[in-house]
């Protein structure tokens, strides 16, 4: 059996300063489960991208994900990139900013953070140096 790997897409998050930020934003923005970003261009690997994640980038750091449902038309040209409503923290990982989005694979992709541990509260400045000392 052919195993294909995940593909997700990275995004800037415009005016959030942190994870608590962009966690307000996205619940504030969710609709029924649900939260859209809007896009100018559909991408060309779309199929290849529902089931992924979308990833956020604050501050030059991958921070945090939601998962992409699907991709809607819109009136105005544009299209939604509709994902659940429910963000998931990850490991900070460092990402330079850039415009629109960009594809990521499943083997560039941080992994998640299990709750409790800690890990997720360290500034991402503290974790990339314990994670370089390979501490973490």
Do not use: N
């Not at 990275?10 to 923005?29: E, K, Q």
């Not at 029924?32 to 060309?44: H, L, N, Q």
């Not at 994900?65 to 659940?84: A, P, Q, T």
């Amino acid at each position: 059996m052919d195993f294909m790997s995940q593909l997700h897409m990275t995004r800037v998050a415009v005016g959030c300063l942190d994870y608590p930020s962009l966690a307000a934003r996205i619940s504030a923005r969710s609709e029924t489960g649900e939260v859209r970003f809007t896009t100018r261009f559909k991408p060309k690997r779309a199929d290849e991208l529902i089931g992924g994640k979308l990833h956020f980038i604050v501050r030059h750091t991958l921070v945090g994900r939601v998962e992409i449902l699907r991709f809607d038309d819109r009136d105005d040209g544009r299209i939604d990139i509709v994902c659940k409503g429910l963000l998931e923290r990850i490991h900070p990982q460092p990402k330079r900013a850039h415009q629109g989005w960009r594809y990521l694979t499943d083997a560039d992709a941080p992994k998640g953070i299990d709750d409790g541990d800690g890990i997720a509260d360290l500034p991402p400045e503290l974790y990339r140096e314990l994670a370089e000392l390979s501490l973490i």
